[in-house]
């Protein structure tokens, strides 16, 4: 008489293997895509953000405004949400600079004063086009950082980007 049961048994075993097997080899062929979806970086920076009627700056103004852009990572779309700020500097021959509002020491916000900025942190100071205060630097060690900017239909738009603090090269903060 035959043992069909330990056959059946070890035909199942094999077949429930060979399955594991497939789904392993799929596991490490999607791996990388889903850790890369999954831990995929939020796409905050550079972001591309309206700041306003050009009119709404007027020569020789030093104006704080507050970013705000779409947002967008692996699951979610956050619309209009405030992202940061920055200083608009327009001179008296309508040029613009736009700084961000962060201290490149350790990430504080600055705020202006009658000639500049200043960050009331540790006191580092820059001037209305963001260079530091050769005075009164303080120990953030740049300037303040200058973000891309550019007038369409009279409109000013920044592109936001946030770097690191705490050296004196820039390097984009990603997420
Ligand atoms: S955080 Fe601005 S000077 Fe330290």
New binding site residues.
Partial sequence: MTDTSGELALATRRALLAKLGVAGVSALVAGPSLVAMVSAPDRVAPLEAALGPVERFTRGSLTRVTVVATRADAWLMRRDEAVGAVWVVRDAAGDFTVLSTI?P????GTVSTSDGFV?P????HFSRTGARDSAKA???PRDLDPLPHRVAEGTLHCTWVRFKPGRADRVREVG
């Fill in positions: 201290c020491h350790l990430g504080c960050c942190c540790h006191d580092s303080g120990p953030a």
